[in-house]
């Protein structure tokens, strides 16, 4: 129990004359420390907080072991070493004190958290990751709301939606404390149909609510840098906007009942620096695109965004494939800037490795592997009708044309050669696949297939390899959290696949019919497919 130190006046009055009191009711003095007990890392800081009423005296603050935690007049503890002390602080006739523990520095090398969604509906939840070496500390770290407290809560590093709005989340271990998460809760979602405009053109937003329930009485927009852009109105379920100067801000949308989106980022630009580009030119110096508007101005003009070499069949796999138990580890690092349209890629040793950006053009199988698993959907230089499609020299995409996005089944009643894959809709499971081409340099696996470049800028030969995703659940949704997207890759037309893993050129362990020993698109009860291998989630 705290013990509350009090001295009333007329107890004093005995003492001294001085105490009296001028007029009115006799009134008690009270020094009161909020806290009684305090632990602190090394080199940590403790301001004393002090319950005062009617206190006039000097209050002197004193440590009973200065070489543990020293106190400054004002009450600020400086923690220096290991061991315990007690803080006094004092008045003339009042005192009460605060046990100080200090314990050792925490020493980490690294110590970095990060979420499955930063963009959150309310109600919504997303799990929080962390990566912290050594990892032993990993049961020891606790989270902390910076901003937002009424926006968020966290429970078992699951955070919930309450509240729409920004919250800033840090993690804290010891004396160290974490990067700093921005999460954005929402009521409803809003999307700008192109992220890039250019100077003094319109463009629009819409959301998800009814149109009636947008008007120009019930909506106010909230923009950051109005030089930039400027809302003009509500008609219809659309709201109007026009751009101004070149510039990168966001803008919230509010009704009048308290609800709000999230905060959207756009920018304008003042011109597409591919317009008048010679492709022979900008492919004699080829690099990456630099960002999501790089990689969406590439778009406009039929620019691929990402590596154009060459493909083998056979995926490049990383120099070392991190196991447990003989399963592979799946990389749960998720850096996604959803509203930019931006994913990061690393490398087996969590090392930033490339990017992806929404509306960028790709065609290599690390590429597109981090595409769809990023995103859901192909590469804008994909037409999904595989039967009817332009030739390569009608498309303004040329010898990077692409083809196929259509749904498949994986019904391994029908065809018993091809292994199940997770929770498949054509099993009776809640993931619906679909499945695109990769072009590569020949298909010498199967026979059914001429070995042959995908597209030589005038024709266009399939082949057997193909990536299969899950694109959505089967009440049609699409999907968002990570933990239900997966993406595989067939070199011989689904006889065996392998699953991508989430980093660079991080690709599972085969497995299906020619893994089982039999032989291509045969089934061969004696020699089944081999079953879908678990992995280990595992942040890298």
Known sequence: MKLRKTLTLSVVLFASSAFLPSCGNQQ??????????VELYEGENYKIELDE?????????????????????????????????????????????????????????????SITNSLLKIGEEALLEVNVTPSSYLEDVEFEILEGKDLVEIKNRRVKALKSGAATIVGKLGNNVSNELKI???????????HEIYEDSTFEARTNLDDSELTSDSVTVEIEDESIAEYTGTQYGTLFFKALKAGTTCFVVKLADGRQSYSVEFTVLKDNTYENVDKDEFYQDYRRALDAGDAKSRTEYYLMSGDISEQDQEPTLAENQPTTNGKFHKNSKIIFDSYLGEYTVFDYKGDFAFQVFRDGAYVTLEDVAAYVYAFGDVPPNYYEDRKNYPKPYESPWG??????????SGDTNKYKYEPELPRISGNGGDLVYYEIDIGTTGTDCDPGYDIGDYNDGHSINR??????????????????????????YTYNHYNDFQEYLNYENGWGKMFGNITGGSTLNHYDRNNPPTEYP??????F
Request: aromatic letters at 10%; glycine letters at 4%; proline letters at 1%.
């Open 28 to 37: 008690e003095q009270i020094l009161d420390i909020v806290k009684e007990n």
């Open 53 to 113: 009423l009617n206190l006039t005296e000097e209050v002197i603050f004193t440590s009973s072991n200065e070489s543990v935690a020293s106190v400054s007049d004002d009450g600020l503890i400086t923690a220096h070493k290991e061991g315990e002390a007690y803080i006094e602080v004092k008045s003339s006739i009042l005192s009460d004190r605060l046990l100080v523990t200090v314990k050792k520095a925490i020493e980490l090398d690294d110590f970095e958290i």
């Open 184 to 194: 954005n809760t929402y009521d409803f979602v809003c999307m700008v149909l192109d």
């Open 399 to 408: 010898e990077y044309l692409r083809l196929n996005n259509s749904r498949f």
């Open 463 to 488: 082949g057997a390899a193909r990536i299969v995703y899950s694109a959505r659940y089967t009440n049609g949704d699409p999907i968002t959290d990570f933990d239900d997207r997966y993406v595989f």
């Open 534 to 539: 678990e992995v280990v989630s595992e942040y």
